[in-house]
Antibody, heavy 125, light 108 residues
Framework: EVQLLESGGDLVQPGGSLRLSCAASGFTFSSFAMNWVRQAPGKGPEWVSTISASGGSTYYAASVRGRFTVSRDNSNNTVFLHMNSLRVEDAAVYYC??????????????????WGQGSLVAVSS | SSELTQDPAVSVALGQTVRITCQGDILTTAHASWYQQKPGQAPLLVIYGENRRPSGIPDRLSGSSSGNKASLTITGARAEDEAEYYCNSRDSSDGHYVFGAGTKVTVL
């Protein structure tokens, strides 16, 4: 059974930093890209970042690029999100999500088949 | 544009059928998946692929797509189907994932 367990969420002041962790189990972690998705109160999910299976490629939403850094430790089945220069609008529940994109008959089917329970980040003075 | 548009809310009588739609240009190159979210819970994948359901998802939930529009249909709605439903896909131009704003389904 796939399990994703986030940790590290906290209350931080604007301009502060935080590091989230997501411990994965139940699948071959090093074979999958991993994602961070956040959800502000009363809003829909917002994709934040993707890191490739090897960690060699990373992608970011425009709203966090230059402030957030995603990394992973395949020896410990953990993905991280380093968040700097936090803003009030970064307050959200942050989920790690496992993608299971595939192609079939030339059609592309991206999706997230597993999510963690989320880690709450609050940004306030 | 990389937006996915959903109706904010729909209601359905118990046992009846409701269709939720998701529209966006990115759906012409990557199919939509659908997630159900209840208060205080993480999103749960309910539909992916060409109308595929993960284990445990009832077959009264089904998906379809055509062009730049995807649909999630609940046939014979039950009280436990009351939730927020989000569509999701990926922008092939930059690889970024995109979510719709969600549709709140109320079962009357």
């Amino acid at each position: 059974e796939v399990q994703l367990l986030e940790s590290g969420g906290d209350l931080v002041q604007p301009g502060g930093s935080l590091r989230l962790s997501c411990a994965a189990s139940g699948f071959t972690f090093s074979s999958f890209a991993m994602n961070w998705v956040r959800q502000a109160p009363g809003k829909g999910p917002e994709w934040v970042s993707t890191i490739s299976a090897s960690g060699g490629s990373t992608y970011y939403a425009a709203s966090v690029r230059g402030r957030f850094t995603v990394s992973r430790d395949n020896s410990n089945n953990t993905v991280f999100l380093h968040m700097n220069s936090l803003r009030v609008e970064d307050a959200a529940v942050y989920y790690c999500a496992k993608p299971r994109d595939y192609y079939e008959n030339s059609a592309y089917y991206p999706h997230f088949d597993s999510w963690g329970q989320g880690s709450l980040v609050a940004v306030s003075s | 544009s990389s937006e996915l548009t959903q109706d904010p809310a729909v209601s359905v009588a118990l046992g009846q059928t409701v269709r939720i739609t998701c529209q966006g240009d990115i759906l012409t190159t990557a199919h939509a998946s659908w997630y159900q979210q209840k208060p205080g819970q993480a999103p749960l994948l309910v539909i992916y692929g060409e109308n595929r359901r993960p284990s445990g998802i009832p077959d009264r939930l089904s998906g379809s797509s055509s062009g730049n529009k995807a649909s999630l249909t609940i046939t014979g709605a039950r009280a436990e189907d009351e939730a927020e439903y989000y569509c999701n896909s990926r922008d092939s131009s930059d690889g970024h994932y995109v979510f719709g704003a969600g549709t709140k389904v109320t079962v009357l």
